[in-house]
C-alpha cells in the first residue's frame, strides 16, 4: 500500500512569491492533517481535514495560508505571498478513523526555503 | 504553550542497553498517547501508542509507560540498536484538542556501537 505522497520534496522560493504543496493521502484515509515542522521544533497542525470539510483551522494563519481538500481526496496547501519565517518543513498525515483515534500516517514533508 | 514536552534534547545510549526516553503533557484532557520516530529528511513514523485507561504497552523492544497522575510518559527501548538512533517525538490527543496531535520537540537518541 502506497503511503502519504507529496510533493515537492525540496522547494526554494524568494519573498513575496506564492507557493503550493501537493498530498496525497493514504487510500480510504478520511481524515487528513497539514502540520509545519520548525527546526528543532515538534510538527505543529496548521489544519485538519474530516472528508473535505476543514474542521480545524484554528493554527492557520488565514492572512496567507489557505488549504483545500476537493472530494476529499488530495489536498493543497498554498502559501500567498511567501515571508522568510515561513521556512520549514511542511507535513502532511492521514488517519483511518474519523475521530482520528488510529495513528497518523506521514508523508516525507515538504522542506521550504524563503530567500 | 507547550502542553507535550520532551525536555532532553539528545540522549546517548550505548548498543545493547536500555533508552529512556521522557515525556511530559500539561493537558489532563489527553487520553492517547504516541510516540513516533523520525529519521533525517524522512517524515515522522509511528512507533507504538498507548491509551490513557492503561498505564503499559509493549511491542518487541519498545515499551511505553504512562502514569497519568505525574502526567508523565516514557519511551523503554531495550537493547538499543545502532539502527534506533533517530529523533523521537512525544504526541497526544484528547477531545478538547479536537483529536489532532500535539507534538513534543523530540528527543535525538544516537546508540554507539
Known amino acids: 500500500e502506497a503511503g502519504v505522497v507529496q510533493s515537492p520534496r525540496y522547494k526554494i522560493i524568494e519573498k513575496k512569491q506564492p507557493v503550493a504543496f501537493w498530498c496525497n493521502p493514504i487510500s480510504g484515509h478520511n481524515t487528513l492533517y497539514w502540520y509545519r515542522q520548525n527546526l528543532g521544533q515538534g510538527p505543529e497542525l496548521l489544519i485538519r481535514?474530516?472528508?473535505?470539510?476543514?474542521?480545524?483551522d484554528s493554527q492557520l494563519p488565514k492572512d496567507r495560508f489557505s488549504a483545500e481538500r476537493l472530494k476529499g481526496v488530495d489536498s493543497t496547501l498554498k502559501i500567498q505571498p511567501a515571508e522568510l519565517g515561513d521556512s520549514a518543513v511542511y507535513l502532511c498525515?492521514?488517519?483511518?478513523?474519523?475521530?482520528?483515534?488510529?495513528?497518523?500516517?506521514f508523508g516525507q514533508g515538504t522542506r521550504l526555503t524563503v530567500v | 504553550d507547550q502542553q507535550v514536552k520532551q525536555n532532553s534534547p539528545s540522549l546517548s545510549v550505548q548498543e545493547g542497553r536500555i533508552s529512556i526516553l521522557n515525556c511530559d503533557y500539561t493537558n489532563s484532557m489527553f487520553d492517547y498517547f504516541l510516540w513516533y520516530k523520525k529519521y533525517p529528511a524522512e517524515g515522522p513514523t509511528f512507533l507504538i501508542s498507548i491509551s490513557s485507561i492503561k498505564d503499559k504497552n509493549e511491542d518487541g523492544r519498545f515499551t511505553v509507560f504512562l502514569n497519568k497522575s505525574a502526567k508523565h510518559l516514557s519511551l523503554h527501548i531495550v537493547p538499543s540498536q545502532p539502527g534506533d538512533s533517530a529523533v523521537y517525538f512525544c504526541?497526544?490527543?484528547?477531545?478538547?484538542?479536537?483529536?489532532?496531535?500535539?507534538f513534543g520537540k523530540g528527543t535525538s537518541l544516537l546508540v554507539t556501537p
Open positions: 498525515a492521514s488517519s483511518s478513523d474519523i475521530l482520528g483515534l488510529t495513528e497518523a500516517f
Open positions: 504526541a497526544a490527543r484528547g477531545s478538547n484538542s479536537g483529536y489532532a496531535l500535539n
Open positions: 481535514y474530516e472528508n473535505e470539510e476543514a474542521v480545524d
